[in-house]
Nanobody, 125 residues
């Protein structure tokens, strides 16, 4: 059984930082493309950052480019999202998604096979 468990969300002020963690079990992380998605109230879920199975290719949505960094440590079956300079518009539930083999070639079009339960990030003064 594949499980993804996110953690690290919380309530922060504009300009603060947070680091989200996604721990995966039941599947070898090294075979998967991974993505961090978010969904704000009344909006569709969107991909904010993706990383290829090799770690060699990353993608960032324009809204987070230069502020967010996705990384992975396959030996720990863990994927991270470092979020800096947070803005109120970053407020959303953040989900970790795993794209299992055969993986999507273009990570911008990632459609995960497995999802975590989500972690709330709220940016407010």
């Amino acid at each position: 059984q594949v499980q993804l468990v996110e953690s690290g969300g919380g309530l922060v002020q504009p300009g603060d930082s947070l680091k989200l963690t996604c721990v995966i079990s039941g599947i070898a992380l090294r075979t998967c493309g991974m993505g961090w998605f978010r969904q704000a109230p009344g909006k569709e879920r969107e991909l904010v950052a993706g990383i290829s199975w090799s770690g060699g290719v990353t993608y960032y949505a324009d809204s987070v480019k230069g502020r967010f960094t996705i990384s992975r440590v396959n030996l720990k079956n863990t994927v991270y999202l470092q979020m800096n300079s947070l803005k109120p518009e970053d407020t959303a539930v953040y989900y970790c998604g795993a794209d299992s083999p055969p993986v999507t070639i273009d990570i911008r079009n990632m459609n995960p096979d497995y999802w975590g339960q989500g972690t709330q990030v709220t940016v407010s003064s």
